[in-house]
């Protein structure tokens, strides 16, 4: 599933080849996509798009009646496809004023919900503190830990309702680098691992965002991100060469070095 690198990756591009354009009309082939009729969402996502952000694991578009938040679920691509440029059949595409059109593509478990100012306030608020926020401090992030003492680091790395935008992907690969097994809970963490493990949920993250995202996920032009995670999916532990080992943590894969991330 993309995460938060991804679909900042998705943001950015979002500003800088869509804001400014229109919606003149939408097709949906996945109509449990949507969060209204056809009808009232083409009337509803009709006009400029005035802005994009990120929440979380979502690319929101501001639009003039307002917020449609575009969440690819566990596979889906967003594409962007000039005038008259060929397109593959999409689960949900947005037609531009100038033809251009922005596709999202196989998407399973995803949605592009169409949120009034009050519910995108209400969504918004839902999720906890975002990473590369500046008040994302070391201060915030241990009142996370204290919040939930018995949490597990992976599990509390994942909540959204505590931080924003971290899956299974990225929390493995920010507890390789701070030399912390999966299963600590957070109130066993000692000051110096705690200051780690913010330092390392802050730069993993934003050296993924600097490479395009993971190099499964692909960008608005097709082009795939150039982040290799290190540990997760893999059998080798990239610092000693050992075998990785793998766990359920709450329902959730964890890849973890035993001997780098010992308990």
Not at 100 to 124: K, T
Not at 142 to 154: E, M, T
Not at 164 to 177: C, F, P, R, V, W
């Amino acid at each position: 599933m993309p995460e938060l690198p991804e679909i900042e990756t998705l943001s950015r591009e979002l500003k800088d080849r869509i804001v400014g354009k229109a919606i003149a009309d939408v097709d949906c082939s996945q109509p449990k996509m949507i969060n209204l009729t056809l009808q009232d969402y083409r009337q509803r996502v009709h006009g400029p798009i005035v802005g994009a952000a990120r929440r979380a694991k979502s690319a929101i578009l501001t639009l003039e009646q307002g917020n449609l938040w575009l969440h690819l679920g566990l596979r889906g691509e967003a594409r962007y496809f000039p005038s008259g440029a060929q397109a593959p059949t999409a689960s949900i595409t947005f037609h531009l004023e100038d033809r251009a059109r922005l596709a999202l593509i196989g998407v399973f478990m995803g949605h592009a919900h169409f949120w009034s100012p009050e519910e995108h306030q209400s969504r918004w608020n839902q999720f906890g503190i975002d990473p590369l926020e500046p008040d994302f401090s070391l201060h915030a992030f241990r009142a996370v830990l204290q919040s939930k003492p018995r949490l597990d680091v992976k599990g509390l790395l994942m909540e959204q309702t505590l931080i924003a935008g971290i899956g299974n992907t990225y929390s493995d690969e920010i507890l390789l680098a701070a030399r912390l097994h999966p299963a600590r809970t957070a109130d066993s963490l000692a000051d110096e691992e705690s200051e780690r493990l913010h330092t390392f949920v802050v730069s993993v993250l934003k050296e993924a965002v600097r490479l395009g995202g993971e190099s499964s996920y692909v960008d608005l032009d097709g082009t795939h991100g150039r982040y290799q995670p290190s540990i997760h999916g893999r059998d080798r532990c990239p610092v000693c060469g050992g075998s990785t080992q793998v766990a359920k943590f709450r329902g959730r894969t964890a890849y973890f070095c035993p001997q780098c991330q010992a308990r």
